[in-house]
C-alpha cells in the first residue's frame, strides 16, 4: 500500500492536474497495490469525478467522531463517503503537534470512521528527543494501547512515522524501521493489518524500504506531490 499524504498542499486544478500526469503511470501496475492518494478536503470530490476507472482510491485528512452536529470546522464521515472517500488518515503527528490531537481524540475518530466504512490509517510515531531517551516502544505501545481502545482490528492500516524523519531529508533506516514496524506487529492481535513507513520516502530509499519484511507500504509526503516521482514510487522495483 502506497499513500500519498498531500497535507496542505494542492487546489482542485492543481490536483486534476496531478491526475492527469499520474494515472497514465499506474495503468500497468499490479491491481493488488493499493494507491492511495490523501487530498485536501476541497479536492476529493472532483478528483473523485476524474479517476477514470484506475485503481487509485481517495483518502481524506481528518474525520469528526460524530455524525452531524455543532463542530465548526469538522467533517462527517457521511460526507467524505459521499464524495467517494475510502480512507481516511488519523494521528498524524503534525495533528498531534500542532492541533492537540490526543490519543483519546485519535482514537473516538477510528471508530467513527470505520461506522462509517472508511478505512483508517492510524499513524504513531515517536519525537527524537523520546527516541534518544531509548522511549520508543513505550511511546508506541501507549499510543496503539490508547487509540485501538474498541476499534475494529479487520478493518485499519497502520503508519509508523520516525516524527524525526518527517520532511527532514533524514529517513530511518530501513532495517531500523523494519524493526520497530515488527515491534508494532507484536502488540497487534491481527498480524495481518498493514504497517506502512512515513517519514522522507523518496524515489532513491524506495525500492530498498520495500524489500523489509514487515514493511507493507509507505507514506509519503513531500515525495508523492510530483506525479512523475510519486509513480517512480508507487512502481518501485
Ligand atoms: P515526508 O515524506 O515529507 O517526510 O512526510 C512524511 C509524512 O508526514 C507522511 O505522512
Keep these: 500500500m502506497i499513500v500519498a499524504n498531500w497535507k496542505m498542499y494542492k487546489t482542485q486544478a492543481e490536483s486534476l492536474e496531478f491526475l492527469q500526469a499520474f494515472i497514465p503511470q499506474v495503468k500497468t501496475t ?6 492511495v492518494l490523501c487530498a485536501p478536503f476541497t ?3 472532483i478528483m473523485f469525478k476524474n479517476l477514470n ?10 474525520v469528526h467522531w460524530a455524525d452531524t452536529g455543532a463542530y465548526t470546522g ?3 464521515g457521511s460526507m467524505l463517503v459521499e464524495i467517494g472517500v475510502n480512507y481516511v488518515m488519523l494521528g498524524h503527528c503534525e495533528c498531534r503537534q500542532w492541533l492537540c490531537e490526543t490519543d483519546e481524540i485519535v482514537n473516538l475518530r477510528l471508530k467513527a470512521a470505520q461506522r462509517h466504512g472508511l478505512t483508517p490509517i492510524l499513524c504513531v510515531g515517536e519525537t527524537k528527543k523520546q527516541r534518544d531517551a531509548g522511549e520508543t ?3 508506541l505501545i501507549n499510543q496503539l494501547r490508547q487509540a485501538l481502545v474498541d476499534v475494529d482490528r479487520s478493518n485499519l492500516v497502520i503508519a509508523y512515522e520516525a516524527i524525526w524523519a518527517i520532511g527532514t531529508g533524514h529517513t530511518c533506516e530501513p532495517s531500523q524501521a523494519n524493526q520497530v514496524i515488527g515491534l508494532i506487529r507484536e502488540q497487534l492481535d491481527n498480524k495481518d493489518i498493514p504497517i506502512l513507513y512515513g517519514g522522507s520516502v523518496k524515489t532513491n530509499n524506495i525500492d530498498e524500504i520495500m524489500t ?3 514493511i507493507d507500504g509507505v507514506m509519503v509526503g513531500g515525495a508523492s506531490l510530483d506525479p512523475i ?5 508507487v512502481n518501485y522495483k
Design 53 to 62: 476507472g484506475s485503481q487509485v482510491r481517495l483518502g481524506a485528512q481528518n
Design 229 to 233: 516521482n510519486f509513480a517512480r514510487i
Design 212 to 214: 523489509q519484511s514487515e
Design 30 to 35: 499490479a491491481p493488488e497495490r493499493e494507491i
Design 74 to 76: 469538522e467533517i462527517a
Design 137 to 139: 516502544e513505550k511511546v
Design 43 to 45: 479536492a476529493l470530490g
